[in-house]
């Protein structure tokens, strides 16, 4: 049988390929944009139908239907990590939450510590070869693929093909869905002084021939503004964005001095505009891997001179960072800050940078504190931490003492908050 008939005799409507999915079912979706609107559409108007279905992404980008506390007990949804779609549910309690490193989602699902019974992707146009590319969200997706009863995709010709190990043949697929609008947009964050200013400290340390981690944020993308005029920087990174694309464009990354895979942009998902969904198409200096290969510490780590650079929340004198929640309530998740903060400290000349403003709530609160608030999930923890960045300078504590660490977070706090964190350091007897 030809692929192409192959194609033709899987090919149904969303509603229709919502007959694959059973009571008890955990579905996988890729982060981000990877997400497919038409699938995940039909099944939040269908989702009175089954019993105990769970939906687990890592990033929920679009607030859909079936993510409603009436409804949690036929479809819920299962949080890998929070963003504005699903925060308020974790919060609240009726959205659930599996605490992990993205590095290893892939082996959770392998040891069956986590379920893969379908998986609903976006992905590319088939090949002649019958191959689609799940471009926008390889991450923990094909491991899902490999152990999933049935495999769903929603093919839509704006979905990039990359290249890498992102690939399912039609074969391996239950159900194809068509689809035709646009790919989500996410556009760039908005960068002010604060921001600025900190991406002009962790600038100023990035050297030639650096390999670069960049997530999204204002302070990464301050980062990245600054970068333009250097030479050779390489891309080993879990997210590709415009931030990157506009390095490219400068010449500043050319990926010839990185020691692993010297010549190509490493990324595992993409988050941005439609002309960097154009960039990725059939383009040879790409490859969409799994999170298990970008963000193993032990891999990235084979790069001289990796940067990784990570926001947090609230960060302790004994350097101690709770970047994903509020206290007790969670706020986002883990994702790669540990991975590539362990890869960083692996490189050779690596550089972990986390960075954040020293205050919060019109400079009322410190985000430098004695100890973290109680219930604080610790992301990063005191034993890899490097160096800490705000508006105010740079703390670099890898080897230092706890007093030491605590002289130059005050250091860098906000002013008006110094005198009272060197007075608690002193009752705590850290100083």
């Known amino acids: 049988m030809s692929v192409q008939v192959e ?74 990590f929070y963003g504005a779609a699903t925060r308020a549910g974790g919060q609240a309690g009726w959205i659930d939450f599996i ?10 699902i392998k040891r069956g510590q986590m379920a893969s019974d379908v998986v609903f992707s976006m992905a590319s146009p088939m090949d ?57 947009e996410v556009g760039l964050p908005k960068i002010g002084p604060v921001q600025e200013a900190i991406g002009k400290y962790v600038a100023d340390l990035i050297d030639d021939g650096s390999t670069l981690q960049i997530g999204y944020g204002g302070i990464p993308d301050a ?8 030479h050779d920087l390489g891309i080993h990174t879990e997210m590709i964005g415009d931030g990157i694309l506009t390095l490219l ?34 383009n040879p200096a790409l490859e969409i891997h799994p999170v298990d290969f970008t963000n193993s510490p032990s891999l ?42 362990r890869a960083a400290n692996q490189s050779n000349g690596g ?27 610790v992301s990063t923890s005191k034993n890899d931490i490097n160096y800490v960045v705000t508006e105010f300078g740079v703390a670099q504590l890898r080897g230092k003492s706890a007093g030491q660490r605590a002289h130059e977070l005050i250091g860098i706090a906000h002013p008006n908050f110094r005198t009272e964190l060197t007075e608690q350091a002193k009752r705590m007897g850290v100083i």
């Open 223 to 230: 980062v990245v503004m600054q970068l333009t005029g250097k």
């Open 300 to 341: 990235a780590g084979m790069n001289d001179k990796l940067v990784a650079i990570n926001a947090t929340l609230q960060i302790d004198l004994l350097g101690q960072c709770g970047s994903e929640s509020l206290a007790h309530l969670p706020y986002s998740g883990t994702g790669g800050q540990a991975d590539f903060v």
């Open 351 to 377: 550089k972990a940078f986390i960075v954040l403003p020293s205050t919060a709530k019109n400079d009322s609160i410190s985000r430098i504190v004695p100890v973290l608030s109680p219930g604080t999930h």
């Open 7 to 80: 194609y033709a005799q899987k090919l149904r409507s969303a509603a229709d390929a919502m007959a694959l999915v059973q009571d008890g079912d955990l579905i996988v979706v890729p982060t981000g944009v990877g997400e497919p609107p038409a699938l995940l559409t039909a099944l939040s108007e269908q989702r009175r139908r089954w019993h105990d279905v769970k939906v687990a992404q890592i990033l929920a980008i679009r607030k859909f239907g079936y993510i409603d506390p009436e409804t949690v007990a036929h479809v819920r949804h299962v949080a890998l």
């Open 249 to 282: 464009e400068a010449g500043a990354v050319t990926n010839r001095r990185k020691n692993y895979l010297p010549g190509k942009m490493v990324a595992t998902f993409a988050l941005g505009s439609g002309k960097l969904y154009k960039f990725m198409d059939r």
């Open 128 to 184: 002649a070869h019958g191959y689609f590319s799940l471009s926008l969200g390889a991450d923990y997706t094909m491991a899902a693929v490999a152990k999933a009863r049935s495999v769903v995709l929603e093919v839509n010709p704006n979905v990039p093909f990359a290249y890498g190990n992102c690939h399912v043949h039609i074969s391996q697929v239950a159900a194809l869905v068509e689809s035709t609008e646009p790919v989500l």
């Open 99 to 108: 605490p992990n490193y993205f590095s290893e989602i892939p082996s959770l």
